[in-house]
């Protein structure tokens, strides 16, 4: 069967192309991989230029499964030049190839050996582009053929490509902040959608100063991450108060100021009781950078009744309504910071 798929791959007619890709897809990962070595990933490509749909989704569904779980089949696949080819996919009328090309996309770019040539392609103009369309008016055609789990992957996409010390230039100038900042505000807090495109914001945000200068221009933008720590999913509030730290603790003088206007006192504190395990160092440390003392590194010298007294101060100064509750939270961060 095996030596079947490849004939017909290399030599069939149409008909019998998409049978063997089919039939590919079907096998076992041992012998897709085996089948890899015969050369069979060029007709696969040449396949997705047929203009032909069921010849495509053939050939994406095994190219998928030639990728998943082998690095040197996802090198393969990229420099036979597959990467123009999903870009144009990506802009076709059909959902459910978008997605397939997506998904692709997002398998390919886990590979590190990839991300450099991905990221020269024009992957992240493009992608950018399309999150951009998507996000500025939902009625846009391009809204109704990209879903939600396509937004997910291309997010997905970047941020893999923003491991990458030599690509994140290049994302943070493509205009992706103010985008993430959107989709962030416009969508669930707890969805994966959100929770995705927070990590990625923080990428951006930890390589350089000014990736945290072009995120605090924008608007709205430290209330946008404040909200995503109060109300997304665990992992989100995690990525969130990692931001909010960042920035803080690139210039605390600049940026504490900001981040105390925003209300974010109580959401902090809730965080560091109930918060994941980095999410609760992350808001103890914040909390510290945000109390109004000369001194913030050192608590050495201070008491529990004086670090009470400026946090609660703090509550105030955000006009948010101190009840038992915030101060139960306040007395259990203070307890847990002086263990």
């Known amino acids: 069967m095996e030596d079947l798929v490849v004939e017909n791959l290399f030599n069939g007619n149409r008909e019998l192309q998409i049978q063997a890709a089919t039939q590919l897809s079907k096998l076992g990962s041992k012998q897709r991989h085996k089948l890899a ?9 040449s396949m997705l230029q047929s203009q032909d749909f069921e010849a495509i989704e053939a050939s994406l569904l095994a190219l998928l499964g030639l ?4 690095e040197r089949n996802k090198i393969r696949i990229v ?10 996919l990506l802009q076709c009328q059909n959902e459910e190839l978008i997605e397939l090309s997506m998904a692709a996309m997002l398998i390919l ?7 450099l040539i991905i990221a020269s392609s024009g992957t992240i103009q493009l992608l950018v582009q399309i999150l951009n369309l998507v996000n500025s008016d939902p009625n846009n055609v391009i ?80 209330r946008i991450i404040v909200e995503a720590m109060e109300e997304g999913s665990p992992q989100c509030k995690e990525h969130a ?14 940026y504490r100021g900001l981040i ?13 009781v ?35 007294e400026q946090i609660m101060q703090a509550i105030d100064a955000d006009g948010e309504k101190v009840n038992g509750t915030t101060l139960a939270l306040v007395q259990e961060m203070i307890n847990k910071l002086n263990i």
Request: glycine share 6%; hydrophobic share 40%.
């Open 241 to 254: 108060v990692g931001i909010l730290l960042h920035i803080c603790q690139s210039c605390r003088d600049k």
């Open 67 to 70: 990728a998943f779980g082998s």
């Open 274 to 308: 109930d918060g994941t395990w980095g999410a609760k160092n992350m808001a103890r440390d914040l909390l510290f950078l945000l109390r109004d003392c000369s001194d913030y590194a050192s608590t050495s010298k201070q008491s529990k009744h004086e670090l009470m």
């Open 79 to 88: 420099k036979s030049g597959i990467i123009p080819v999903l870009l144009e």
């Open 37 to 45: 070595e015969t050369g069979i990933i060029s007709p696969l490509i």
């Open 143 to 222: 809204n109704t053929l990209f879903t939600n789990q396509a937004k997910i992957d291309a997010i997905a996409t970047l941020q893999n490509l923003s491991t990458c010390h030599q690509i994140i230039p290049l994302i943070s100038s493509s205009g992706i902040i103010y985008t993430l900042l959107q989709l962030i505000h416009t969508s669930e807090k707890s969805s994966d959608l959100t929770e995705k495109a927070m990590s990625l914001l923080g990428n951006i945000v930890s390589w350089s100063e000014n990736s945290i200068s072009d995120t605090t221009e924008i608007p709205g933008a430290i």
């Open 109 to 115: 770019s886990s590979c590190k050996a990839n991300k």
């Open 260 to 272: 105390l206007m925003e209300g974010v006192m109580p959401g902090l504190l809730q965080l560091s």
